[in-house]
């Protein structure tokens, strides 16, 4: 099978999920901006499984760089918040079936993605990484292919493993992969490096990180329904105008300690 028939299948469309909700969302051929203007609300998703950009803290509520990123922007464009949680593996389909406005949860944008959805941004960059607990034996990418890895279901460094024929295990988001490979059930792990690289930072995790020669910059993006360029120009404007007078940089120094334009 294809690498795109792949990404369609299992990150994409979700099983099928996002090609029903393409049948039940006509409202994606008119721009949905003044609905959401009228409605007074933009609906943003995320897993809330990716700290420090999404995660539930004590008080049960979804806090970190992506919701605040996606609130600020409602807010330049005159609107509240309400912030959706969902799985991974399933976002995309419950954007196509209008269950939200927009996904702000640090979704990479990918040639794949870009077939199927609209992305505003990038909002900031990150790459892929690959970490092992401190002192494994493993310290090459070339020895991933004789050793249990983890990643995140639907994520894009899942297809990659995948692509290289490794062994992997599927997990539902950061928290739970870190465990996993801290307790021994995976012997290393795929994913962005910002996220791990200020956990081990902060001394919550002792991990070393393998040099992975292949791995690009790539931008993270928020994902609307296509055929709204409106609401993508509205969006825009209100990222750009963030960037410009401080406070992107605020809020990036607030959750992830500097700037990752």
Not at 42 to 57: D, T
Not at 190 to 212: C, E, F, H, R, T
């Amino acid at each position: 099978m294809s690498k795109i028939g792949n990404i369609l299948r299992r990150t994409v469309l979700a099983g099928g999920v996002a090609a029903m909700g393409m049948a039940l969302a006509p409202a994606a051929f008119a721009d949905e901006l003044d609905a959401i203007k009228e409605r007074g609300v933009l609906k943003i998703a995320m897993s809330g499984q990716y700290p420090p950009f999404n995660f539930v803290n004590e008080k049960n509520e979804v806090v970190g760089f992506d919701p605040a990123i996606g609130t600020e922007i409602a807010k330049r464009m005159g609107l509240k918040t309400e912030i959706i949680t969902t799985a991974w593996d399933g976002i995309i389909g419950g954007l196509l079936a209008n269950k939200y406005d927009a996904v702000v949860g640090s979704m990479s944008i990918t040639e794949e993605r870009d077939k199927v959805i609209d992305f505003v941004g990038p909002y900031y960059t990150t790459k892929r990484a690959i970490f092992t607990k401190k002192g494994s034996p493993i310290t090459s990418v070339e020895q991933l292919k004789d050793v249990k890895v983890g990643v995140t279901l639907g994520e894009t460094h899942e297809q990659w493993a995948r692509d290289q024929g490794y062994d992997i295990n599927t997990y539902k988001g950061l928290p739970e992969l870190l465990l996993e490979l801290t307790n021994g059930r995976v012997d290393a792990i795929v994913n962005d490096s910002i996220p791990v690289m200020l956990a081990m930072k902060a001394g919550q995790y002792d991990l070393a990180v393998i040099d992975d020669p292949s791995a690009v910059p790539v931008g993270a993006g928020i994902a609307i329904r296509e055929g709204n360029p409106e609401l993508a120009a509205a969006m825009k404007a209100a990222l750009d105008s963030m960037m410009e007078d401080g406070t992107y940089l605020a809020i990036a120094n607030e959750w992830v300690g500097g700037d990752i334009r």
